[in-house]
Structure formats: C-alpha cells, structure tokens
C-alpha cells in the first residue's frame, strides 16, 4: 500500500507528482521495505506517472502503458487527451484481461476465450455458467491506481485511474490522491485549500505537508523526491530533504501559507530543483 499526490499549479504550468517508497507485504510477518519506485516517467512525451497498489501489476501497468504512449508518438501530431485517455484504459485492459483469464481456468477450468465461444451469443446462452463466469470476473480485483500527469504541445494531461473505475479527469482544484494514505493526504491539501491557482513554490509544500500526514497509516512510508513537471521544460525534482522545506514546516505548522506565493519564495523553490533521474537510467555498465 502506498500514497501518491498529484497537482497541478498554473505556474509554468507544472504538475508536481509525490509519492512514498513503502512496498508492504499484507498479512505477512515480513518487514516492510521501503526502497520501492513508484513515479515513472512516459517517453517520448513530458509526461509521467505515479503509482499505487500491488506492485507487481502496477509495474505491468507502467510497461504497458509506455507501449501505448510510443504507439501515439508514431502519428505526426502530438496525441489528444481523449487519446491518452485511451492509452491508460488499453494498459489496464491488458493486465486485467489476463487475470480474469487465470480466474477462470483456476475457478471453471476453461479460458476467457472458451468461456465467450461456448455461452455467450451468437454461441447458445447458457445462464447459469453465464452467472458462475460473471462471478469469477467481478470477483477478480484490478490492484492499480495511478496519477498520470505532463504536458504535449497544445494540452495538458493530468488524469487519475482506480481499479476499473472510470478514470477521473480533473482541471479544478487540480489535486488527485491515491492509495492506502490518499484520505489523510487530501484532507491536509483540503485543509489547506490546494487549487491549481497556487503557486508551485506553494503547492510543493502542501504535498510536502500531506505526504507527512499521511505517513500516519501504517502502510505509508518516506516520501521519495517531489517530482516536478513543467511545460516545454525537462523533468525536475525537489529533493524530499530539502532544508527549505524543513524550515518552511517549522514555520508554518501554525500559519496560513499565501506568503509562499511570493515571487522570493517560487524563485527559492525553483533553486531547490535538480534534473530528475528516473527509470531507465542512462547508465553504462562497467567496463
């Protein structure tokens, strides 16, 4: 279980992707490890994504969706939204199809495939295994929640999937949360307000403050760095350990934040930023 935050701010504009590195194991004595990769990014365009869930299919999910987002980038125009859309529908499609598939031969001893060509039409409609099939099917979860968040030339992509439900597309306030920490973060962001129409500086020390709050579930660890997004500019981050944060949660613990709106404290953020170095690594093995 994990949490992951996205927001999305005018300034740039950017969208500021957190997540934690905690990777639980359920009802099982082992320790939790809190070394995991959940934020990715999706080339060929400035986009990426954060991930929550179990971890073995969300990273299935990543690999099929950066299948998708390549797919898009053989048309000559950047893709439109409803295009992305799509492309995080397919890679979910794709990871459940085969468990609902396994369900099935584990449950009933037949396929997905012979499942649809003996009792669904235009085979003869056969209700009972129709019901027992249709149980196997809503019984089989999909572990996956993710934030997909960036920029193409002309759009903005900031969308939210959970499980098999529809994916969430939101512009205003501009703030998505998922996993076992999501209520306790987007209560702090809740609490302080968090809009796209706060400044990065701003909105990277709400996150900051919610990825804290949330740390109050059990299944919630550290945060990994602030992944920052910005238009027409490389992907860059804000180092979770960053002295300006600390000094600014030490300041305002009690105090309303609009003073990070400021021009001085934007600029102080933007300092702050290094390249991002996300997987895959440009690094060459030793010779």
Not at 55 to 79: I, Y
Not at 112 to 136: T, V
Not at 226 to 251: G, H, I, N, T
Request: net charge negative; proline share 7%.
């Amino acid at each position: 279980m994990t949490v992951c935050i996205g927001a999305l701010s005018l300034t740039g504009p950017s969208i500021v992707l957190a997540a934690d590195t905690r990777v639980t194991h359920g009802t099982s004595p082992v320790d939790p490890n809190d070394q995991a990769g959940k934020q990715y990014p999706l080339p060929p365009y400035n986009c990426a994504t954060a991930i929550a869930g179990s971890v073995s299919e969300c990273h299935e999910f990543v690999g099929r969706l950066v299948q998708q987002m390549e797919l898009l980038a053989k048309t000559d125009r950047d893709p439109y939204r409803e295009e992305v859309m799509e492309a995080i529908n397919e890679a979910r499609f794709q990871v459940f199809r085969p468990k609902i598939d396994w369900e099935l031969r584990r449950s009933l001893g037949i396929t997905l495939k012979e499942f649809h060509d003996r009792f669904l039409p235009p085979a003869d409609f056969d209700i009972m295994a129709e019901k027992f099939g249709m149980q196997a099917i809503r019984g089989t979860p999909l572990n996956i929640s993710c934030i997909v968040g960036g920029f193409t030339a002309e759009n903005t992509m900031f969308f939210c999937a959970k499980g098999i439900e529809h994916i969430q597309s939101e512009s205003s306030p501009g703030v998505h949360a998922i996993g076992s920490g999501s209520i306790l973060g987007m209560s702090q962001l809740n609490k302080r307000g968090q809009n796209l129409a706060f400044g990065l500086a701003r909105t990277v020390f709400h996150i900051h403050e919610a990825m804290l709050e949330a740390q109050k579930e059990k299944t919630v660890g550290p945060p990994t760095n602030y992944l920052v997004v910005m238009k027409s500019q490389p992907m860059m981050y804000v180092p979770k350990e960053s002295p300006l944060l600390a000094r600014w949660v030490d300041f305002y613990h009690d105090r309303e934040t609009g003073g990070l709106d400021s021009e001085e404290s934007n600029f102080a953020i933007q300092r702050e930023m290094l390249p991002a170095q996300m997987p895959p690594y440009d690094k060459e093995f030793p010779g």
